[in-house]
């Protein structure tokens, strides 16, 4: 999917160029994205120091890697989301574990690390002053091979969803850095020649909406003066939708994205978990208005929550058909560590102590949460999220949000790509319509979708045809997932909902029984 829309992959770690450029000035460093390149023996005959970001899913290849760096005697650094939010599964296998934002404690860390001394849990006292920080190090980076590229701008969220990690790492409330700080990071980012998608954010943009608005202002500025050479995305609640100023600014810097965290069509579900800010504004106007300024709204959806109904996947896909938004993430709910979700369950004696599946076979979210017991049946709600999966990326439902993209989204674009980039762009349209053209079907409603706008938007062209390869990756996505949840469906009514509860509320392993009959 990346390599049809310009990048070999997303976007580079922006934590670890974050780090990067704390670390002493006479540490040789390289940069290695294990998304794109293995990391050899020679990279490891060459370290001294393994620095590592980690997500809670990725243990088993986190513990494979420091095995390998153990095998060559290199120190190794875990940090991010991972070592923050689940610091004991670190503990003991990695030399130095960060927990929390690491510019507190660089200096000790690194003092450490050159004496070959180590506390091995490294906590942050306090949360980090990311005013006058030096700029991360993108010049370690091949930037063209990655169709964005980050930028931390504000930290922290005012709001108190339950299920929400991000305010345990970042806290609530929002840190934004200077507008002086953030042009000279997109100056930084300009000399070095990159020219294409800043994802402007870390948390919730418009958590502090005065110094949102005086950033925008600036940015404003500096991208006439220096014709437009980036475009935007970025990640916000829904109650950006009441913010016109905002959005104007949006829409004349040219930002083109926004992920919001719709999560469900039940709102009884959005109640019980403290996101009253999905509540003010019905999910179908908030994103008509988003739209209207040109930004194409993704959205994450999450079944699982204990005030759900049976209805619940109904609602979410016709929550999803009114408003056309493409959602980038389809979830079962997950008590990650230290949140309100996993405090309450763990009083309520419903917190499983050991993991759903063997997170030695999947890494991804998808499919390693309801980490409880849950107050539907369970295999009920693994069945409605199996249908959810199979049902959103279906291409004759896609193809008819995309009408409703065709007709909402009313854009003003400033950036163009390089010359160079032309050719490349030609040469993955060709690439996309051949995979597009496979499918008797999805040739008919690709080519239609495209003429229509072509016809009655044609601005909305150039998205539609991003969103066409997302359904595509998106689709074949999951497939995997849902064949792991019907795997795991079968794991439960083999030995009977009540006594999986009670093995993984009592045992610290997975189940690892293998069903003797999986469904089709």
Known sequence: MFRLLGGASAAPPLGLLITAAYLPKHWNLKFVDGDLDPITDQHLKWADVLMMSCKGSQIGP????????????????????????????????????????????????????????????YRTPEVADTSNAPLP???????????????????????????????????RKPRSRSAEDILAEHQLLFDLGFRGMIDLGYDNLIGDIPKTEEVLEKMLVWNREHGYPFCYSTEATMNLARQPRLLELMRDNDFRYIFMGIESGDEDALKQTKKGQNLAMAPEEAVRIVNSYGIIVNTGLILGFDAEKPDAPEKMLDMVKRT??????????????????????????????????????????????????????????????????????????????????????????KHQPPKEKLLQYGLAFAKIARIMNVDRETRKLFWKSLARAAITNPAAVAPLIGQAVM??????????????????????????????????????????????????
């Open 62 to 121: 986190v513990r494979k890697l420091i095995g390998r760096a153990n095998d060559h005697g290199v120190a190794t650094v875990a940090g991010g989301a991972g070592p923050t939010l689940q610091s004991k599964d670190y503990e003991g296998l990695a030399d130095y574990v960060v927990a929390g934002e690491s510019e507190p404690l660089i200096d000790k860390l690194v003092a450490d690390i050159e004496a070959g001394v180590s506390e091995g849990t």
């Open 324 to 413: 056309g938004v493409f959602p980038t993430l389809v979830l079962p709910l997950h008590a990650l560590p230290n949140t309100g979700l996993s405090a309450r369950l763990e009083k309520e004696g419903r917190l499983f102590k050991g993991g759903v599946v063997n997170k030695s076979e999947r890494t991804d979210t998808a499919t390693t949460g309801l980490n409880f017991v849950t107050a539907r049946p369970r295999v009920e709600v693994l069945e409605d999220l199996c249908h959810v999966l199979e049902e959103l990326y279906r291409p004759e439902v896609h193809y008819e949000r995309t009408k409703l993209i065709t007709r909402q989204l009313q854009t003003k674009y």
């Open 137 to 171: 190090r993108y010049d370690l980076v091949e930037l063209d091979r990655y169709m964005f590229v980050g930028m931390s701008y504000t930290r922290g969220c005012p709001f108190a969803c339950e299920f929400c990690a991000q305010i345990e790492i970042f806290g």
């Open 471 to 520: 359904n595509d990756s998106y689709s074949k996505l999951s497939q995997s997932y849902v064949a792991a949840l019907r795997k795991e469906i079968a794991a439960v009514e083999a030995v009977g909902e009540d006594a999986f509860n009670q093995t993984m509320l009592g045992n610290p392993e997975p189940l690892l029984r293998k069903p003797t009959e999986t469904r089709a």
